[in-house]
């Protein structure tokens, strides 16, 4: 455990960049061998989605200085959950306690997200996706992305967790994130065994259905625990999932970047 603590405590960046792009690749082949859709211009969806992250980067470089400050402040002063209510020593129940708790800041970050209207605007240019492939991980409004670091920054806070503990989860839930938007379909035998537990991508297509109840319907991020206990846990056979948002099918206004950017701005839409 020492070995890994140390190796996450000094290879941060690498770490991180090498787990999305082996995840990235495997997931990108994994849909062009058994993809749940085939007929759609894979490329050019790609290159529209990928574009975020041209916006999202240096967002993410100025947050990433306030992420590092708040871990030395609160590791500092001993401050947060773990070390002044749990009081924990073993670091394999330090990880999992982060885990846990920053899993189900995520859950409560997402339904937010949902249930307020004008986050909603942000959250839903994710969502507009009509093909929900590996690129609609990229598919990240700038303003969601500042709102949902924010909201970690403020979970990271309140556990005061290790960095090296925040890492390992980080690792984790790039592959989970990752592999749960891949356009493949989990046989539903596996499925319902994996899904006990963990997000698959069977689950978050379900999620991206383009009407309620299901649009609003398992917000987890690596665990399902939230869903069942909270009652939003949903499933959908795949025949009858349609990607996208009801009040917003059109293609003609989702279908470049800049429409994409303007979506959280406009009139609110309440859902059919």
């Given amino acids: 455990m020492y070995r890994l603590i140390n190796f996450l405590n000094h290879s941060s960046s690498a770490t991180q960049v090498i787990t999305f792009s082996i995840t990235l690749v495997l997931c990108w082949n994994i849909e062009n061998i058994a993809g749940l859709t085939m007929d759609y211009l894979k490329w050019k969806h790609s290159f529209l989605n990928v574009k975020f992250t041209f916006t999202n980067i240096p967002l993410q470089f100025v947050l990433g200085i306030f ?7 609160t590791y500092g002063h001993h401050f947060g959950i773990i070390y002044n209510f749990l009081f924990l020593k073993n670091n394999f129940m330090v990880f999992l306690t982060t885990f846990v708790l920053l899993d189900f800041g995520e859950y409560l970050y997402h339904v937010i ?7 909603w605007m942000f959250h839903m240019v994710h969502h507009s996706d009509r093909t929900v492939d590996v690129s609609t991980t990229f598919r990240e409004h700038p303003g969601e992305n500042l709102i949902r670091n924010s909201f970690t920054l403020l979970w990271i806070f309140l556990i005061g967790a290790p960095f090296w503990a925040l890492l390992l989860r980080q690792v984790i839930q790039i592959i989970s994130n990752i592999f ?3 356009n493949y379909r989990i046989p539903d035998r596996v499925d319902s065994l994996i899904s ?3 997000v698959t991508p069977n689950l978050h297509q379900v999620h991206h259905h383009f009407q309620q109840p299901y649009t609003d319907c398992n917000y987890g991020d690596v665990l399902t625990i939230w ?8 499933q959908l ?3 009858e999932v349609v990607f996208g948002v009801d009040t917003c099918m059109e293609e003609k206004e989702t279908s470049t970047y800049l429409l994409l950017l303007k979506m959280p701005f406009g009139k609110y839409r309440k859902n059919k």
């Fill in 67 to 73: 992420f590092t400050k708040t871990i030395l402040w």
């Fill in 113 to 119: 997200m949902h249930k307020t209207k004008r986050l």
């Fill in 180 to 182: 749960s938007h891949v």
């Fill in 196 to 198: 006990w537990l963990f």
């Fill in 227 to 234: 869903d069942r206990l909270f009652g939003t846990f949903c």
């Fill in 237 to 239: 056979p795949s025949s």
